[in-house]
């Protein structure tokens, strides 16, 4: 019975130091490991009370903690929420913009998105402000729900050419055989004339744009 008592405890302890997590920081930014075998990290949110980051921001691609180096290759969640960022220069292997990451932000007008990026997770651009243009790389394959709903001042969606998963028509953000429409910038106005094929239009997709009409194919069958 004490044996089996003792092991146990030794599993409750293991499991609750997987649990623990290592936050530290370097020139201004807060960094979370992610893997200590992959050797990896992601941006955190700034560990100050009410502190938001500010300024000229640049992510490294890797940086040294302890004297190891780690990978930057995650945006975390919320990591840059309600950030005022006059430029910002991304990690060359980053994959990952957590939830909400970039939420009521301030950004620059135009953001290039780095070629390695995977996947955009929900409202990573939440109601972030300034930003006109996003291109999404070609590696991008996963891009989730409210991602660029209520960004005010967002006029266009760019997508390379190259990538599998999506496209871009006019500044619209579709599935690469446009079946889905999934984002139109708030900046729309006017008529929006939804191209003949589309079936499944995105949840909040026109939330809060200024389109006076909008002509829907008999091709939709969900929205």
């Known amino acids: 019975m004490k044996k089996i008592t003792f092991l146990?405890?030794?599993t409750l302890s293991i499991r609750s130091y997987a649990r623990e997590e290592t936050i530290f920081s370097v020139d201004n930014l807060y960094y979370k490991i992610t893997?200590?075998?992959?050797?990896?990290?992601?941006?955190?949110?700034?560990q100050i009370v009410c502190g938001h980051y500010s300024g000229d921001i640049v992510v490294p691609d890797s940086v040294e903690y302890n004297g190891t180096y780690y990978k930057v290759t995650a945006l975390g969640d919320e990591a840059?929420?309600?950030?005022?960022i006059n430029s910002l220069v991304l990690p060359i292997g980053m994959q990952t913009i957590g939830e909400n990451c970039f939420s009521g932000a301030s950004l620059p007008v135009s953001i290039t998105l780095p070629d390695s990026l995977k996947t955009i997770e929900y409202g990573a651009f939440l109601a972030a402000n300034?930003?006109?243009?996003?291109?999404?790389p070609a590696a991008t394959r996963n891009i989730q729900e409210?991602?660029?709903?209520?960004?005010?001042?967002?006029?266009?969606?760019?997508?390379?050419?190259?990538?599998?998963?999506?496209?871009?028509?006019?500044?619209?953000?579709?599935?690469?055989?446009?079946?889905?429409l999934l984002a139109c910038p708030l900046t729309k106005s006017g008529e929006f004339v939804i191209p003949y094929g589309v079936e499944y239009i995105?949840?909040?997709?026109?939330?809060?744009?200024?389109?006076?009409?909008?002509?829907?194919?008999?091709?939709?069958?969900?929205?």
Do not use: W
């Not at 893997?35 to 941006?43: A, F, G, L, N």
């Not at 840059?80 to 005022?84: E, K, N, P, R, V």
């Not at 300034?130 to 999404?136: E, L, P």
């Open 8 to 10: 146990l405890l030794m």
């Open 35 to 46: 893997s200590v075998i992959d050797r990896t990290v992601e941006v955190a949110p700034i």
């Open 80 to 84: 840059f929420t309600y950030a005022s």
């Open 130 to 136: 300034a930003v006109s243009i996003i291109s999404i």
């Open 146 to 180: 409210r991602v660029f709903a209520d960004i005010i001042s967002l006029r266009q969606i760019t997508v390379d050419t190259a990538n599998k998963h999506y496209m871009s028509i006019e500044g619209v953000l579709y599935t690469k055989d446009t079946t889905k």
């Open 202 to 223: 995105e949840a909040c997709a026109f939330e809060e744009c200024k389109i006076d009409e909008v002509i829907i194919p008999n091709t939709v069958r969900i929205i």
